[in-house]
């Protein structure tokens, strides 16, 4: 049974340590992980979480983007379990677009990312796959490479004025309904 877990928040070391790779991608602990954090990104209505985020420093995260409240206008997919991802290629178009973190609660930055990446993870099957993404969920992949590097979001904001409230973002963000 898949079960939440705790996320740590900024200020935790294990978000500032690199984080391993994965030898064995059948281990049955590593599986469990993945379940976890797929049921984890559900419930915290996140669009991707990386395994240092429930403080287990290993090469994996899940991209998970979808509408929800607090991305409304994100693009729906099928949520994927990426093992030792890397980054082999990308444009040289960098775009500013707002993010958020679930491990620094009630901020959100424009953050300068790629628009489009050609990327390389093993599936929780542990087959390689190749992919080029684009836009939002390139900025998802990035944002979560980040944090198997020890970085945040906040670590790429040009300026502190990119920063605002949740609640600020969700006021300029959400078309209000017709009531
Ligand atoms: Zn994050």
Same mark, same amino acid.
């Given at each position: 049974m898949a079960e939440p877990r705790p996320i740590v928040e900024l200020g935790n070391p294990v978000l500032r340590q690199t984080a391993a790779a994965i030898? *064995?991608?059948? *281990?049955p602990a590593l599986q469990a992980l993945i379940d976890d954090l797929l049921h984890t990104v559900t419930l915290s209505n996140g669009v991707g979480i990386a395994a240092p985020q429930v403080a287990e420093s290993l090469q994996l995260f899940i991209v998970a983007s979808r509408p929800n409240?607090?991305?409304?206008?994100a693009p729906e997919m099928e949520p994927t379990a990426m093992l030792n991802p890397k980054i082999l290629a990308h444009n040289d178009e960098l775009e500013k677009g707002w993010e958020g973190c679930l491990s620094v609660p009630g901020l959100r930055g424009m953050v300068p990312r790629y628009t489009e990446i050609e990327v390389e993870y093993w599936g929780r099957d542990g087959k390689a796959t190749r992919q080029i993404l684009t836009d939002f969920i390139a900025r998802i992949f990035q944002h979560e490479l980040d944090h198997l590097n020890g970085l945040v979001f906040l670590d790429r904001v040009?300026?502190?004025? *990119?920063l605002i409230s949740e609640k600020e973002f969700q006021a300029r963000m959400v078309t209000p309904s017709a009531n």
């Open positions: 030898a *064995d991608p059948q *281990d409240p607090r991305y409304p206008n040009e300026s502190t004025h *990119d």
